[in-house]
């Protein structure tokens, strides 16, 4: 009798698996304390941060998210294997190490290869796609691209990335130059009220953006407005010394101001600023930066991106900058806490009412003279779902007919087969109404009070992520939902809106908007075969 779960992987491949799981041990960073090359990977990508912002070419939306989305992901392997494998503690080094320099840019070049080949074996192991062996090199088999579209259009469409200026202007620019000392190689500046609030209102704009929640949501020791306040703080502190050491190498500052690359307040000092500059109570702020210290939560491991305070010994945290300044501060909070058994069930209890919050935006833009909207229980039918939501036009007689969903973006390979999961259930969803539909059932035609001479038109408004190819259904649309609100807005005709989304206009176009690039990836003597979206945009892509 075959096992029950057989492996869907070959032995060769699995002992290639783990060749590339181990290729990180051969670093030298990973004898070092945790506190030196810890330090020195975080430094290492401040510098791919600033490099980019003196290169002279167009710093475009989408080449800055491209940028961020790689290294902090990128970033998330090698922080990793230095947690788990350095002695802990030591002490931050303050100058620039050409040999330790150069090891900190091959452990990031291996994080980043090192996930995409954890993809390719993660979708081959749930059986999603094949590899093929030839030689040294893997080969994926896997149509993800034949309607890549669907991929391109979760990465051009980013409602929150922000198009404030990183590097300071007008007060804040004026309050940094004339704080900043430069000595040789190292730069200081006096971090005051008056700069951090100059600072905050550059970073503040991008932040509210970013925070789509209520504020009130009461978790076990502070709100979500408690955390908002005190990211503001963090992050206009992170802005401010990224800025203070661009001005300080304009100012002549040699080695690029390395040493003092990333802030390195002591934990009581960020304790007592972060209370002062935000506003909010010590006791609270030591909850959440607690919550935000990397490697307070490890399963199933810590995540930069979630936890990007570190702490490089029990006195010393290390701040990179543009850690903080290009993260998705609320979204990475709402994974944290369903990380933490605590808050994990507070979480959950408040999740319900995100459909209540998206259903609420679409009814307040709607025009109440010409369109009309339902949403709930289809009474006498207990073999249907209910209705998020339904907007009908009875002029056209069109009805547009909602599945809301508004879950975390998934940002790795299991997250994504998870979310595509709950895709799933909504789309078939709206597939049994529109079967109802199709055979005249009688309650779900009250509900809506439409007749069977109406158009239907499906829609999966999704709130972040809208999955790739292999989730779409011909009969369905799955739609961020910022972008459908935004053509109800801006359309007069409910049909045409229904058109627009059945003939799939809302999507990008292969060669107008991005293109596909074949990338190789390297890890030891193997080489992985695979795929990136490249945006060939300049400005944000919403077509309406």
Not at 142 to 152: G, T, V
Not at 312 to 322: E, G, Q, S, T
Not at 376 to 399: F, H, Q, R, V, Y
Request: net charge negative; charged share 20%; hydrophobic share 40%.
């Amino acid at each position: 009798m075959p096992p029950h779960n057989p492996d869907r992987l070959s032995p060769q491949l699995r002992s290639i698996e783990l060749e590339i799981d181990t290729a990180y041990k051969t670093n030298p960073l990973t004898t070092l304390s945790f506190a030196t090359a810890a330090w020195n990977v975080l430094a290492f990508g401040e510098d791919v941060f600033l490099k980019h912002q003196l290169a002279d070419e167009e710093n475009t939306i989408h080449r800055a998210a491209v940028l961020a989305d790689t290294f902090i992901a990128g970033l998330s392997y090698p922080l990793y294997w230095l947690y788990s494998n350095c002695p802990a503690g030591g002490d931050p080094p303050s100058h620039y190490d050409n040999s330790i320099y150069r090891s900190a840019s091959e452990l990031l070049e291996l994080g980043g290869h090192y996930k995409n080949f954890c993809a390719a074996f993660t979708y081959a192991s749930r059986g999603m796609i094949d590899l093929i062996i030839e030689n040294s090199t893997l080969i994926p088999v896997f149509d993800f691209l034949e309607q890549s579209e669907y991929e391109a259009y979760n990465r051009l469409i980013r409602p929150s990335v922000t198009d404030e200026p990183i590097l300071a202007t007008g007060e804040l620019a004026e309050l940094i130059q004339l704080s900043l000392r430069v000595n040789d190689d190292r730069f200081a500046y006096k971090l005051t009220p008056k700069l951090v609030k100059a600072a905050k209102q550059v970073v503040g704009p991008g932040l509210r953006k970013q925070f789509l929640l209520p504020d009130h949501w009461q978790f076990s020791g502070y709100t979500l407005g408690n955390f908002r306040l005190v990211t503001e703080a963090i992050t206009a502190m992170a802005l401010i010394h990224f800025c203070a050491r661009y001005f300080a190498i304009t100012a002549g500052c040699e080695a690029s101001g390395y040493g003092d690359s990333i802030f390195t307040p002591g934990r009581e000092e960020l304790l007592c600023r972060t209370a002062n500059y935000s506003g909010v109570e010590a006791t609270i702020v030591k909850h959440i930066l607690n919550h935000l210290t990397y490697g307070s939560v490890q399963r199933p491991m810590p995540d930069p991106a979630l936890q990007p305070l570190i702490s490089l010994n029990p006195d010393v945290f290390a701040i990179m900058p543009n850690l903080w300044l290009n993260n998705s501060a609320e979204r990475n909070l709402t994974v944290l806490l369903n990380r933490l058994s605590e808050e994990r069930a507070i979480y959950s209890s408040l999740v319900t009412e995100k459909e209540a919050l998206m259903r609420s935006k679409f009814e307040i833009s709607l025009n109440p003279n010409r369109l009309r909207s339902i949403k709930g229980e289809i009474a006498g039918a207990s073999n249907l779902p209910d209705i998020d939501l339904a907007i009908i036009d009875d002029t056209s007689k069109t009805c547009v007919l909602f599945e809301l969903k508004w879950f975390i973006e998934p940002a790795e390979v299991r997250e994504v087969i998870e979310k595509t999961e709950e895709l799933e259930k909504g789309v078939r969803q709206l597939l049994t109404l529109k079967r109802a539909f199709d055979e005249n059932h009688r309650q779900f035609l009250n509900k809506l009070q439409i007749d069977s001479t109406y158009n239907l038109y499906l829609v999966l408004a999704s709130e972040n992520w809208i999955g790739h190819g292999n989730v779409q259904n011909p009969t369905v649309a799955i739609v961020k939902s910022s972008h459908i609100l935004e053509k109800l807005k801006l359309s007069n005709n409910l049909r045409e809106t229904g058109e627009w989304l059945r003939t799939r206009k809302y999507l990008p176009i292969r060669g107008v908007h991005y293109d596909v690039t074949e990338t190789k990836f390297s890890i030891k003597n193997w080489t992985l075969n695979w795929y990136g979206i490249k945006p060939l945009l300049t400005d944000i892509f919403l077509p309406t």
